[in-house]
């Protein structure tokens, strides 16, 4: 089989595995935070069951969502908590 323009020879299941016999993952591949899993994106770890999804934030002054890490509402400038910091005491 002549090797395609510009490239390397494949054989018939595609490109060659990296050097060493482990393949680079794929884009679409995830590694689990729970168990270290590696499988498909997805919302649910089909291994251990915990939640791929990444966590969302939701400003308490406007509902406008922000970063996870925002310090500040970009809308309405309402001061947010960050993930880990004690709850603001609640009013006397």
């Known amino acids: 089989q002549a090797p395609p323009q510009g490239g390397s020879p494949t054989g018939a299941y595609?490109?060659?595995?990296?050097?060493?016999?482990?393949?680079?993952?794929?884009?679409?591949?995830?590694t689990c935070h729970g168990?270290?899993?590696?499988?498909p994106a997805g919302k649910f770890c089909r291994e251990c069951g915990v939640n791929l999804t990444p966590p969302r934030k939701f400003?308490?002054?406007?509902g406008l969502e922000v970063g996870v890490m925002a310090k500040f509402c970009p809308n309405c400038g309402n001061a947010q908590a960050l993930p880990g910091a004690p709850a603001a005491a609640p009013p006397r």
């Open 59 to 62: 400003c308490g002054g406007c």
């Open 35 to 39: 168990c270290q899993a590696k499988q």
């Open 14 to 30: 595609g490109a060659p595995p990296a050097p060493g016999g482990v393949s680079a993952p794929s884009a679409g591949e995830v």
